[in-house]
């Protein structure tokens, strides 16, 4: 059985999508912003389940995941979303960017990713950004 989710006469699979009749341009903008919500949510999603599924049922909720997506992915999403609290997390901002502050403190994260979000840093130069502050933190005498 193919799973599917329907918005109108757009049906969305894992693997596509099919479109019901000839919908007007109007009814596209939903689903369309549907579409691209799930493609930026889907890390945080997957990431934050990880975590709270192995705070649950420890290493066995590892085992349910095998084989859905490389290990090493899995590993990333829970390691990013277990640094980058919640109420650290800007949606206008990428995942990728939320990974490259992801190594920095709490306090750290929120004003680079604010400081991204105001200059339209690309997730690279905010990875730039964060490794040059790391290094300064690192460098300063206890």
């Not at 059985?1 to 699979?13: A, E």
Request: with cysteine; aromatic share 10%; hydrophobic share 35%.
């Amino acid at each position: 059985m193919r799973l599917k989710i329907s918005v109108g006469p757009f049906h969305f699979f894992s693997t596509g999508i099919r479109i019901s009749g000839k919908p007007e341009i109007e009814e596209w903008k939903g689903p369309l912003q549907f579409a691209i919500w799930c493609q930026r949510a889907g890390p945080w999603w997957i990431g934050d389940m990880i975590n709270s599924g192995e705070d649950s049922f420890g290493e066995s909720f590892s085992q349910a995941c095998e084989g859905m997506v490389s290990t090493e992915m899995l590993s990333r999403y829970a390691s990013v979303a277990r640094r980058v609290p919640f109420e650290n997390r800007r949606p206008g901002l990428s995942w990728s960017a939320h990974a490259a502050v992801a190594r920095l403190g709490s306090k750290d994260q929120r004003q680079m990713l604010a400081q991204a979000e105001r200059n339209g840093w690309t997730s690279e130069e905010l990875r730039v950004q964060a490794r040059e502050l790391q290094a300064q933190r690192q460098a300063r005498p206890s």
